[in-house]
């Protein structure tokens, strides 16, 4: 069974905190790069932060220093852990697993940062 379950989105005040969960079925885990997307109203889905199989992460200019991904091995999970949100990160965020041509997504899970 192949599959990319999110988890923890929700509606946050802008400088709050939230962290998303992405859990996956083994085979997707080890596949070489997982990451989390997003897709605003009106705009293309772009990526924020990716992590490798070796621990190599990378980051969107826009959330750099403020967003930090994760994977936790034992549990086939990647975090994706969002400090002092702002309003433009109001989006559907979506965890990816990539390799080998092939790239699998997850159903989404809303973030809203709104006072």
């Known amino acids: 069974q192949v599959y990319l379950v999110e988890s923890g989105g929700g509606l946050v005040q802008p400088g709050g905190s939230l962290r998303l969960s992405c859990a996956a079925s083994?085979?997707?885990?080890?596949?070489?790069?997982l990451g989390w997307y997003r897709q605003a109203p009106g705009k293309q889905r772009e990526l924020v932060a990716s992590?490798?199989?070796?621990?190599?992460?990378n980051y969107a200019t826009s959330v750099e220093g403020r967003f930090t991904i994760s994977r936790e091995n034992a549990k086939n999970t990647v975090y994706l852990q969002m400090n002092t949100l702002k309003p433009e990160d109001t989006a559907v965020y979506y965890c990816s697993a990539r390799g080998r041509g092939v790239t699998y997504w997850g159903q989404g899970t809303q973030v809203t940062v709104s006072s």
């Open positions: 083994e085979s997707i885990f080890r596949m070489p790069v």
């Open positions: 992590v490798t199989d070796a621990g190599t992460t």
